[in-house]
């Protein structure tokens, strides 16, 4: 074993944490300090880390990411989702195409269209793919602060992030499946129909037996360690036998056991480990992967370009179709802007990006900009459009 690995954990975990505090005190999130704790410890300035395709702190990393969606996956509201129904689907399919459609046609503006099928093309896609992201989080607290967490606007903006998310994920799993060459389009299909059918068949019955597990052993620490065993071997399937992204298996794992009892007590459990060495790690390396030396005015002006298209994409798109289904246009506007932060999603996204060949390095510089600027604008603006009105606790959407 080489045991140098053990310092740069040391000083990987050190730095995150230190710089993650940071940001928190910044009102910006842990994730941006830790990805900036990665770019100065990284080859672009210190270069003190360095991390590799297949190396053990790139292999820690993807463990981080697949426990990351995992996670994500544990906090899906199934009945929330059942409950909003038609509404916050069609606002999310809004949320999810139209920043796919602009962020294709923003890299083919800057970088040329390429032929459809090539690899040009679907790194143009990809782009888009980035853009199609929902993070919520900051929305939700500036929503608990204001006291609107429970009003229609703010169960629609819940939901519909939520929905959004799978969607993206879906779309992922169909990009990156068509991108190789010698893939043909049909198989691409027919093996994410495949996953997806596997997916609900071993669902129900992994269901079944944690339900029978979480009743006889309530809050014990076997149902999280159970849970855990079937998050990778779901990544592994869905990566190994059908071809899907690692990332999709572990966020159906998480869905499969998001309506069991001791759900958040397995969240709890996951959120440890993501918490002490595998979350920190994970956005560090987006940092230390970051290459600052390719930067020049074309790329600053695609970045800025970048943060525009994919905020305002979100803004009209999920806008637009809350008015079409009836909300105001001040309502609208809200749920517009509910939908616009970006982060963790976007992260996990890029970084798949990378490592299939769809994304350069340099354009993280991108991802990371529209993180941080979403994240800073989204509760300025809502509390802005907000103004005036008292606090509310109107019912959840019943449409």
Same mark, same amino acid.
């Given at each position: 074993m080489d045991y140098h690995v053990l310092l740069e954990l040391a000083i990987i975990v050190i730095t995150a944490k230190l710089f993650g505090l940071i940001a928190r005190k910044l009102h910006a999130p842990m994730v941006v300090g830790q990805i900036i704790a990665g770019l100065v410890l990284g080859p672009s300035i210190l270069n003190w880390v360095s991390i590799t395709s297949g190396d053990f702190l790139s292999q820690m990393a993807e463990i981080g990411v697949i426990m990351l969606m995992f996670s994500a996956g544990l906090e899906t509201d199934i009945r929330e989702l059942l409950k909003t129904g038609p509404v916050a689907l069609a606002i999310a399919c809004a949320g999810v195409f139209i920043p796919l459609a602009c962020g294709t046609l923003l890299y083919m503006a800057f970088y040329g269209a390429g032929a459809v099928g090539s690899t040009e093309f679907f790194k143009a896609v990809f782009t888009g793919v980035i853009m199609t992201a929902t993070s919520v989080s900051i929305t939700v607290e500036t929503l608990k602060e204001m006291g609107k967490i429970k009003s229609k606007v703010g169960t629609t903006i819940l939901s519909a992030a939520i929905i959004d998310d799978v969607i993206g994920i879906m779309v992922l799993t169909f990009v990156i499946g068509f991108q190789d060459p010698a893939t043909k389009p049909v198989s691409v299909v027919i093996n994410s129909l495949l996953f997806f059918a596997f997916s609900f068949v071993v669902g129900f019955a992994c269901y079944f037996v944690f339900k029978k597990i979480d009743q006889k052993y309530p809050h014990t620490r076997r149902i999280p360690i159970m849970g855990?065993?079937?998050?990778?071997?779901?990544?592994?399937?869905?990566?190994?036998?059908?071809? $899907?992204?690692?990332?999709?298996?572990?966020?159906?794992?998480?869905?499969?056991?998001? %309506?069991?009892?001791?759900?958040?007590?397995?969240?709890?459990?996951?959120?440890?480990? %993501?918490?002490?060495?595998?979350?920190?790690?994970?956005?560090?390396?987006? @940092?230390?992967?970051?290459?600052?030396?390719?930067?020049? !005015?074309? =790329?600053?002006?695609? /970045?800025?370009? &970048?943060?525009?298209?994919?905020?305002? %994409?979100?803004?009209? +798109?999920?806008?637009?179709?809350?008015?079409?289904?009836?909300? /105001?246009?001040?309502?609208? =506007?809200?749920? +517009?802007? @509910?939908?616009?932060?970006?982060?963790? !999603?976007?992260?996990? $996204?890029?970084?798949? @990006?990378?490592? !299939? @060949?769809?994304?350069?390095?340099?354009? &993280?510089?991108?991802?990371?900009?529209?993180?941080?600027?979403?994240?800073?604008?989204?509760?300025?603006?809502?509390?802005?459009?907000?103004r005036g009105e008292t606090e509310e606790t109107t019912v959840p959407l019943t449409h």
């Amino acid at each position: 074993m080489d045991y140098h690995v053990l310092l740069e954990l040391a000083i990987i975990v050190i730095t995150a944490k230190l710089f993650g505090l940071i940001a928190r005190k910044l009102h910006a999130p842990m994730v941006v300090g830790q990805i900036i704790a990665g770019l100065v410890l990284g080859p672009s300035i210190l270069n003190w880390v360095s991390i590799t395709s297949g190396d053990f702190l790139s292999q820690m990393a993807e463990i981080g990411v697949i426990m990351l969606m995992f996670s994500a996956g544990l906090e899906t509201d199934i009945r929330e989702l059942l409950k909003t129904g038609p509404v916050a689907l069609a606002i999310a399919c809004a949320g999810v195409f139209i920043p796919l459609a602009c962020g294709t046609l923003l890299y083919m503006a800057f970088y040329g269209a390429g032929a459809v099928g090539s690899t040009e093309f679907f790194k143009a896609v990809f782009t888009g793919v980035i853009m199609t992201a929902t993070s919520v989080s900051i929305t939700v607290e500036t929503l608990k602060e204001m006291g609107k967490i429970k009003s229609k606007v703010g169960t629609t903006i819940l939901s519909a992030a939520i929905i959004d998310d799978v969607i993206g994920i879906m779309v992922l799993t169909f990009v990156i499946g068509f991108q190789d060459p010698a893939t043909k389009p049909v198989s691409v299909v027919i093996n994410s129909l495949l996953f997806f059918a596997f997916s609900f068949v071993v669902g129900f019955a992994c269901y079944f037996v944690f339900k029978k597990i979480d009743q006889k052993y309530p809050h014990t620490r076997r149902i999280p360690i159970m849970g855990l065993a079937l998050c990778f071997l779901m990544a592994y399937l869905a990566e190994e036998w059908f071809g $899907v992204a690692d990332i999709t298996g572990a966020y159906v794992a998480g869905i499969i056991l998001c %309506s069991i009892h001791d759900s958040d007590y397995i969240a709890e459990k996951m959120d440890i480990n %993501s918490y002490m060495l595998f979350g920190p790690l994970f956005f560090a390396s987006i @940092g230390l992967k970051t290459s600052i030396e390719g930067l020049d !005015v074309s =790329l600053l002006l695609f /970045s800025a370009a &970048f943060v525009v298209v994919a905020m305002g %994409s979100k803004v009209i +798109g999920c806008g637009l179709t809350s008015k079409a289904l009836r909300f /105001s246009w001040k309502d609208s =506007l809200k749920i +517009g802007l @509910g939908m616009m932060t970006r982060g963790e !999603v976007a992260l996990i $996204v890029a970084q798949k @990006g990378l490592s !299939v @060949g769809l994304l350069n390095s340099v354009y &993280f510089t991108a991802v990371i900009l529209l993180i941080i600027c979403s994240s800073v604008l989204t509760p300025i603006l809502l509390k802005l459009v907000y103004r005036g009105e008292t606090e509310e606790t109107t019912v959840p959407l019943t449409h």
